[in-house]
C-alpha cells in the first residue's frame, strides 16, 4: 500500500519558516519524481516544487528564492523549507509522488500552513 505522509504544517507568522516533510512509503523511492503542490481556498491546486530522482529542483515563480526542495532517497523522505513566509503561502499542500517510468503518480493527504499574524 503506498502512503505519502505530510507534516511540519502549522499557524506561523509573516515572515517565519515552516519545513514540511513527506515520508513515503510501498513504492521504490528512488524511481520517483516527487513533488509539492498547494492549494488555497478557492483556487487550484498549483505546484510548488519539483525534485527529480537525481536531484534538478524546479520552482513556481512564487517560492523562488524563499521554498528549498530536497530529498533524502535513503529516508524516502521529500522536504520543502519555507523562509519568509507570506499570508498568500496559506494553503494545504500536498506531496506529490511519480514514477518517472510509469507515470503513475499518488498524492499525500495534506497538510495545512496558514501564515498569519
Known amino acids: 500500500q503506498v502512503q505519502l505522509v505530510e507534516s511540519g504544517g502549522g499557524l506561523v507568522q509573516p515572515g517565519g519558516s515552516l519545513r514540511l516533510s513527506c515520508v513515503a512509503s510501498?513504492?521504490?523511492?528512488?524511481?520517483?519524481?516527487m513533488g509539492w503542490y498547494r492549494q488555497a481556498p478557492g483556487k487550484q491546486r498549483e505546484l510548488v516544487a519539483t525534485?527529480?530522482?537525481?536531484?534538478?529542483?524546479n520552482y513556481a515563480d512564487s517560492g523562488k528564492g524563499r521554498f528549498t526542495i530536497s530529498r533524502d532517497n535513503a529516508k524516502n523522505t521529500v522536504y520543502l523549507q519555507m523562509n519568509s513566509l507570506k499570508p498568500e503561502d496559506t494553503a494545504v499542500y500536498y506531496c506529490?509522488?511519480?514514477?518517472?517510468?510509469?507515470?503513475?503518480?499518488?498524492w499525500g493527504q495534506g497538510t495545512q500552513v496558514t501564515v498569519s499574524s
Open positions: 525534485i527529480t530522482r537525481a536531484g534538478s529542483t
Open positions: 510501498g513504492i521504490a523511492f528512488s524511481i520517483y519524481a
Open positions: 506529490h509522488a511519480r514514477n518517472v517510468l510509469s507515470n503513475r503518480d499518488y
